[in-house]
C-alpha cells in the first residue's frame, strides 16, 4: 500500500494517508433529484444545494485533516463534474488538476 493516494470505483472513492485507507466516500441523488447527499461510510455527512448552499461537516469521524481537506477537494470535483456532464475521464483530470494546484501532489500522483 502507498503512504498517499486515491483509490476509485465509479464515484466511490477511498483516500489513502500514511498508509491508512479512509473511505468510501460517494454521494446520492436527494430524493427530489434537486441536490446530492454527500456520504462517508454510507453516512450522510453534507449535502449539495446549489452552487450557492453546499454544506459539509466531517467532525464526527475524527479524519486526519489532510484525509478531510483532500477528499474535499475530490467531492467537489465529483460533483462539479457531475453537474458538467463530464464523463468520468474529464473529472478525473480535472481533479489531478486541482489537487496539484492545491499542493496535494502526493495524492494526485496516486490515482488509482
Known amino acids: 500500500m502507498q503512504n498517499h ?23 446520492e441523488w436527494s430524493k427530489d433529484f434537486c441536490g446530492m447527499e454527500l456520504l462517508y461510510c454510507r453516512r450522510k455527512f453534507g449535502e449539495y444545494c446549489s452552487s450557492e ?21 475530490v467531492m467537489g470535483c465529483i460533483v462539479f463534474g457531475v453537474l458538467q456532464g463530464w464523463p ?5 483530470q480535472y481533479l489531478k488538476r486541482r489537487l496539484s494546484a492545491l499542493g496535494y501532489f502526493k495524492f494526485s500522483e496516486n490515482i488509482a
Open 88 to 92: 468520468e475521464e474529464e473529472w478525473r
Open 5 to 27: 493516494g486515491l483509490r476509485f470505483d465509479g464515484t466511490t472513492f477511498w483516500v489513502t494517508h500514511r498508509r491508512v485507507e479512509y473511505g468510501p466516500f460517494d454521494y
Open 53 to 73: 448552499e453546499f454544506f459539509a461537516d466531517l467532525k464526527v469521524y475524527k479524519l486526519p485533516m489532510s484525509v478531510v481537506r483532500v477528499a474535499s477537494v
